[in-house]
């Protein structure tokens, strides 16, 4: 009782720290599933390639969650919207290891990518609304330490265990449990969801602009382009390299499994260092840089395979 009250006292720190673990939280899924894939595809008798649908599920799910967003964290409010969508992630992580055919667990994959886009987009927007550029960056460095613990955790359960259920459900023990402390602080979050005064910072709320309004920027296209280009790059490459160093470079499944986490822990030390340095450099020199490497990085990759 005495640390919620202490958080109460200082809202805002606790706030930050607890979205800090969200998006620990929101990355772990991710980083279970390129370990997993070859076991879960094993178990269920299925194609290397059929993979694709299970991303185009989680992908459906999180991008209706993200593009409606907005009006539902308007509405709601973003510790309610927090809460209800890590139990769903949860709920559908936990479904994954008991479910007996392929196409269950492709539809509660959708489950999982709804929940997982009303996270990411609900924090995002107030982060933004509420903090600095930098510690936008803080936030999804978390996101990385996230995606590097999930190989981890799954090399772990496989080399354990023999069993991929282990790793899924250490992790949705976790969403439910954060789901459980969103809904221990909603009072905080509801407090900052307030509209501000005019000599107060920018509420989450304060936000009017249509979007109809918002579709007519060029920026907004341009940006949307880029996400895809280098989250689908990104996303593919941390998926299978799992895949590609056991089956294809004959690297044992343990040590791979690391090198699968260290990929996403480079990725977390980057987005520490642009935190520091973030509003310094500013976001153009920050995003043309994030780019030249992973072009660089991807070249070499390649070298690697010749």
Not at 167 to 183: D, E, N, T
Request: proline share 4%; aromatic share 14%; hydrophobic share 55%.
């Amino acid at each position: 009782m005495s640390f919620f009250v202490k958080v109460k006292q200082y809202p805002k720190i606790g706030l930050v720290i607890l979205s800090f673990i969200a998006f620990v939280a929101l990355g772990m899924p991710d980083g279970l599933l390129g370990v997993a894939w070859p076991s879960i595809r094993n178990g269920f008798s299925i194609p290397l390639d059929a993979l694709g649908m299970f991303l185009t599920a989680l992908v459906i799910g999180y991008m209706t969650s993200s593009f409606f967003s907005g009006p539902i964290v308007t509405r709601f409010g973003v510790g309610k919207v927090l809460a209800i969508s890590c139990t769903l992630t949860g709920i559908a992580l936990f479904c994954y290891t008991f479910v007996p055919a392929w196409w269950m667990m492709v539809l509660l994959g959708v489950v999982a990518g709804f929940g997982a886009g009303a996270i990411d987009a609900g924090l995002n927007t107030y982060v933004a609304a509420h903090f600095s550029e930098g510690l936008m960056q803080w936030l999804h460095a978390s996101w990385g330490v996230g995606i590097t613990l999930g190989p981890i955790i799954m090399t772990l359960g496989l080399s354990n265990t023999d069993s991929w259920h282990t790793g899924y459900r250490i992790v949705g023990g976790f969403q439910l449990f954060l789901a459980a402390c969103f809904l221990l602080t909603l009072p905080m979050w509801s407090e900052n969801d307030k509209p501000a005064a005019h000599d107060e910072p920018m509420k989450l709320t304060d936000y009017k602009t249509s979007m109809g309004e918002t579709m007519r920027e060029l920026r907004v296209w341009m940006s949307a382009l880029l996400f895809f280009l280098y989250v689908g790059a990104e996303g593919a490459l941390g998926t299978w390299i799992y895949t590609l160093l056991t089956e294809s470079r004959g690297i044992d499944p343990i040590v791979a499994g690391f090198w699968a986490g260290s990929y996403w822990a480079t990725f977390t030390v980057g987005r520490i260092i642009a935190g520091l340095f973030a509003k310094r450099a500013g976001v153009n020199l920050l995003v043309t840089g994030g780019l030249v490497g992973a072009f660089f990085g991807s070249v070499l990759l390649v070298l690697e395979s010749i």
